[in-house]
């Protein structure tokens, strides 16, 4: 189950990289490469901090695979739709909230699974959730969704600190677990993003 959550997470965020330089101009290859990095980007930071090396694309480059596909895939979707379609922008979120989701889950389990503690796991759980979306809007040219007021590294602190809460002090097996982690991440981006909820500002 996580390696499938990894897949389709390494899938969604090439997507969302490329819908996020839609109207950046870019040509093919350049928004092949936003793809990509926004699809494995946050997975590298987290090998690379725990010094699982090679990173993890290095090692099984089915991800690295996975992720251009994604990436290929997007391209006509975007430019069918265009930047000006009235979906585009929920549609950039949707797809974000469930990258975060699939990654923040799978990448706090990598990390038990390296013998690392739970608060470890946590913080490297919302990293990988986290990393390829703040590469990606950077990429384009926008303040990443990590700094802003928005529910985002929230959404993930509170999915990723459940989750790993189930594994270590119950006996739930670990599908149940990563499900239920999962679904709080992405309902509470969601739903926050819906209902325009936000943490409050400095000033």
Same mark, same amino acid.
């Given at each position: 189950m996580m390696e499938i959550a990894?897949?389709?997470?390494?899938?969604?965020?090439?997507? *969302?990289?490329?819908?996020?330089?839609?109207?950046?101009?870019?040509?093919?290859f350049g928004v092949i490469v936003v793809g990509a990095v926004t699809a494995v980007g946050g997975?590298?930071?987290?090998?690379?901090?725990?010094?699982?090396?090679?990173?993890?694309?290095?090692e099984d480059d089915?991800?690295?695979?996975?992720?251009?596909?994604?990436a290929l895939l997007a391209i006509p979707l975007v430019r069918?739709?265009?930047?000006?379609?009235?979906?585009?922008?929920? *549609?950039?979120v949707l797809?974000?909230?469930?990258?975060? *989701?699939?990654?923040?889950?799978?990448?706090?389990?990598?990390?038990l699974e390296l013998g690392f503690d739970a608060p470890t796991a946590v913080v490297c759980g919302i990293l990988?959730?986290?990393?390829g979306?703040?590469?990606r809007d950077l990429l384009a040219g926008q303040q990443p969704l990590i700094l802003r007021s928005d529910i985002y590294a929230t959404a993930a602190l509170a999915?990723?600190?459940?989750?790993?809460?189930?594994?270590?002090?119950? *006996?739930?097996?670990?599908?149940?677990?990563?499900?239920?982690?999962?679904?709080?991440?992405?309902?509470?981006?969601?739903v926050s993003y819906e209902r325009s909820w936000s943490l409050p500002s400095l000033q």
């Open positions: 990894q897949l389709v997470g390494t899938v969604v965020f090439a997507v *969302s990289g490329v819908v996020a330089v839609a109207e950046r101009k870019l040509d093919w997975g590298t930071m987290r090998d690379l901090i725990l010094g699982d090396t090679p990173v993890f694309w290095i089915k991800y690295l695979f996975f992720a251009l596909i994604g069918h739709f265009g930047r000006e379609h009235a979906q585009f922008e929920r *549609s950039l797809l974000d909230a469930l990258g975060l *989701s699939l990654f923040a889950v799978t990448g706090a389990q990598l990390t990988t959730g986290v990393g979306g703040v590469i999915g990723t600190a459940i989750y790993v809460l189930l594994v270590e002090a119950t *006996s739930i097996t670990q599908p149940p677990t990563m499900a239920i982690g999962m679904l709080l991440i992405f309902t509470l981006r969601m």
